[in-house]
């Protein structure tokens, strides 16, 4: 076990003794005899958790430069760690967050989409178990879950998807306070008194930070909102993308230039009075949150825009391509109050002397699509919505720097935060601890492949249910089931964009047999029945 639990100079030449008599059970059991004040002294790390929601590694300039800039994100990176190879489990809110807290894909914990599922508070987590092993425990922000949070000392987190402006907040006696500003700012000043006023200093911490930014519909702060209307955003390369050959992606409900999916008042702030479309009064609802005097500067501000855009009266790819320039710089606005703020956090934990015990990871609960293949939106195994952002501040004592190219996957974070407290990994989760990889090891018998399993259909943006395999050399297999029986093979070193569908062609033989096999494994390793089942129409054995 080596240097798994982690110790402060001070205290480090007892620990290595204690280490080569005691197992890490042991160690736990030492932990929690010891009296508190020693307890934190006894140097196991603090973690700072910040999850955004569909923020992308497009929009994150240490992952691409070409769109934002995003300078606060990338001192976390660049004093620490960036996976390049980070993906989610089920590219979808609720059942992402329900994978990091129990570190099992979704058919396990039960959590499989958004908008049937209640998660099973009683089952094992990994908060529950940091609080058991001393750690104080705290969430802030979306939570999104259904059921109350359990395991935690302190919550305070958003109903639902929570509102940009002066939103509500659930406390944990269950009453529903209004509060005043903007929600990034907000949750961060709630995050950073946790820290300051309402924590046992005693003990080491956990602190979830769950933003809402940057979720549809991408309602900026106020003095951000004539930020970014200056630039011209470069329209990806499969904005028009026609799906030749996947059936899929032709279904689904989420393209910019699509009016019914991209609405042009809710998600393009193009409104004028009695202009009634699918979502004006979700937008109204939202915007009407504001105060008068910020109402009436959003309305000076968005009103000379939609005149504008009426006088233009614009249509087919002109009208796209117009929505595509207003989705980005709304979407960048909301980041620039998200970077602000993780430039806050991280000022927080450096003033009041955290900083080098504390491992702060970034991450979002999925990737989201920039216009690629014409979207917005996740929920895909393709790259842009599988992959997700995860960068890692890391404290003294682990010594990890640079690019991590390791496949990681959110079901490791669990194993890897009680790894870090010195936890034993309980068998039943799926992920692995990525402690080894801070250190900067780089185990030879790392995973070559990751699982991946989509359920929410029939649902908003008709996104067909999926399962997959993708490898660490770069392929993928995905089957499309439900009402549709498709599979999708995919040689990402040659098509990184994956349009084209190589599965059944002449030559594919082998290496479709080679991931069906990998599949199969995968599907029996975490024991996805229901999965397996699904396999029969595959051909290529
Ligand atoms: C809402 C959004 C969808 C989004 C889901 C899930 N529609 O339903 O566009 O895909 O959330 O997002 S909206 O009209 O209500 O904005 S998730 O990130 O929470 O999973
Ligand atoms: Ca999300």
């Known amino acids: 076990m ?7 100079p001070t205290i480090f030449f007892f620990y290595h003794i204690r280490c080569i008599i005691m197992d890490r059970r042991n160690i736990l059991l030492w932990a929690s005899a010891v009296p508190a004040a020693i307890a934190s002294a006894q140097g196991r790390y603090n973690v700072v958790y ?9 929009m994150m300039s240490c992952y691409d430069n070409r769109f934002v800039k995003t300078p606060n994100l990338d001192r976390i990176a660049a004093d620490g760690v960036k996976f390049v190879n980070s993906y989610v489990a089920n590219s979808l809110s609720g059942p992402s967050r329900a994978c990091m807290l129990t570190g099992k894909h979704s058919h396990k914990n039960g959590f499989t989409n958004n908008e049937h599922g209640i998660f099973d508070g009683s089952q094992q987590t990994m908060p529950k178990l940091m609080r058991k092993a001393g750690y104080q425990t705290a969430l802030v922000g979306k939570w999104h879950l259904v059921s109350e949070p359990t395991g935690f000392d302190y919550y305070n987190i958003v109903p639902g998807q929570g509102d940009y402006y002066n939103p509500d907040f659930i406390t944990m006696k269950g009453d529903t306070v209004r509060e005043d500003g903007y929600v990034t700012n907000i949750i961060t000043d709630k995050a950073i008194d946790w820290m300051e006023n309402k924590r046992d200093r005693a003990k080491p911490f956990i602190l979830f930070i769950h933003h809402k930014a940057c979720h549809r519909c991408w309602l900026p702060e106020m003095k951000y909102i004539r930020e970014y209307e200056d630039r011209t955003f470069a329209l990806p390369e499969t904005f028009y993308d026609d799906y030749e050959g996947r059936p899929a992606a032709a279904a689904q409900e989420m393209e ?8 042009i008042v809710y998600d393009t702030k193009m409104y004028s009075p009695g202009k009634q479309t699918r979502l004006t009064d979700s937008y109204l609802s939202m915007i009407g949150r504001l105060n008068s005097r910020d109402r009436a500067d959003y309305d000076y501000f968005y009103d000379s825009l939609t005149t504008d855009f009426e006088r233009r009266n614009l249509s087919g790819k002109e009208l796209a391509e ?4 207003r989705y980005m710089r709304d979407y960048a606005k909301v980041l620039k109050s998200l970077d ?5 956090t991280l000022k927080y934990l450096e003033e009041s002397n955290l900083l080098d015990s504390t491992l702060v990871v970034y991450t979002s609960d ?3 699509y920039m216009g690629e293949h014409g979207w917005f939106d996740k929920r895909f195994m393709y790259e842009e919505s599988y992959s997700t952002p995860l960068v890692m501040r890391l404290p003294d004592g682990l010594n990890a720097r640079g690019d991590i190219r390791e496949m990681v996957q959110n079901i490791d974070y669990a194993p890897t935060f009680l790894d870090i407290a010195g936890v034993p990994v309980p068998e039943d989760m799926h992920g692995v601890s990525l402690l ?5 090891k780089h185990p030879k018998n790392w995973r070559k492949s990751l699982y991946y399993h989509f359920y929410e259909y029939p649902a908003e943006h008709s996104v067909k249910r999926h399962y997959g395999v993708s490898t660490a050399d770069g392929w993928k297999l995905i089957h499309f089931y439900d009402d549709i029986d498709h599979w999708e093979l995919y040689d990402l070193n040659n098509d990184p964009q994956e349009l084209h569908n190589m599965y059944a062609r002449p030559g594919m033989e082998k290496i479709t047999k080679r991931l069906m096999k990998e599949l199969v494994k995968l599907q029996k390793e975490y024991d996805d029945q229901d999965a397996l089942k699904l396999n029969d129409s595959f051909k290529g054995e």
Do not use: C, S, W
């Not at 080596?2 to 402060?8: E, P």
């Open 256 to 263: 910019i230039g699509n009016n019914i999916h991209m609405d």
């Open 322 to 325: 117009f929505k595509y320039q």
């Open 340 to 344: 602000d703020n993780v430039g806050r």
């Open 366 to 368: 999925q990737g989201f």
């Open 2 to 8: 080596g240097g798994r639990a982690i110790l402060f």
């Open 436 to 440: 080894p990889l801070l250190e900067g």
């Open 50 to 58: 910040i999850m955004t929601d569909d923020h992308t590694a497009q």
